[in-house]
């Protein structure tokens, strides 16, 4: 069966520096991968999409590659921030609905 | 105001009730998603629905059902509640299948069945 795995469910680090979030797949071919942040009492935000033929997207800190062949994708946030403490989810999708991973909750400490 | 919501907010109810959560989006958006996320599960589709009087069961869809009358509406139903139904459920749409854009989340629902 298809499964998804956020490498740990909880990840501390230093306010500046660099968190490195990662997703496992297994028995699966994604054609896209999305990656969403929720914060405690509310619903995921959509962060960035990454389709099979792309191998890094960028937005502002954000960094997300995609490894079609490790199945693997690496979400980095650079210069991170207290305000970046939340749980970060990822999501792949082929000709099937969205399925989730279990999220990593990140905190960074000042 | 523009976006989607979800009602209510909080809800407690007995095991055995029927017990109705509602979803609203403004922007036509041709689909809609029910999740309920659960720790040790993360987010798992319950239905969803592509347009208007059509649905598709999702993960987890035993012991739910859902309509689509509207565009904007997707209500779902627990017809008997059971202490497993017990979750925080989440309303998304968006204008696609949501494989390759992204999905529009409310702010929840959170139901416990005693």
């Known amino acids: 069966s298809q499964k998804i795995e956020q490498n740990s469910e909880a990840l501390n680090i230093q306010e500046g520096k660099t968190a490195t979030l990662t997703c496992n797949y297994t028995?699966?071919?994604?054609?896209?991968l999305q990656w969403y942040r929720q914060d405690p009492g509310r619903g995921p935000v959509f962060l960035l999409l990454i389709r099979e033929n792309e191998k890094e997207k960028r937005k502002e800190r954000l960094k997300v590659t995609f490894d079609t062949t490790l199945k693997q994708s690496l979400f980095h946030i650079t210069a991170s921030q207290p305000a970046d403490s939340a749980t970060y989810l990822c999501a792949l999708s082929g000709n099937t609905p969205l399925v989730f991973g279990k999220g990593t909750r990140l905190s960074v400490i000042a | 105001d523009a976006g989607i919501t979800q009602s209510p907010r909080y809800k407690i109810t007995e095991t055995g009730r029927q017990v109705t959560l509602m979803c609203h989006q403004t922007w036509s958006h041709s689909y809609m998603f029910w999740y309920r996320q659960d720790l040790g599960h993360g987010l798992r589709l319950i239905y969803y629905s592509a347009a208007a009087d059509i649905t598709d069961k999702g993960e987890v869809p035993d012991g739910y059902v859902v309509s689509r009358s509207k565009t904007e509406n997707f209500p779902l139903t627990l017809e008997s509640a059971t202490r497993s139904q017990t979750s925080v459920y989440f309303c998304a749409s968006s204008p696609t299948s949501g494989s390759d854009y992204e999905q529009y989340f409310g702010p929840g629902t959170r139901l416990t069945v005693t």
């Open positions: 028995n699966y071919s994604p054609a896209y």
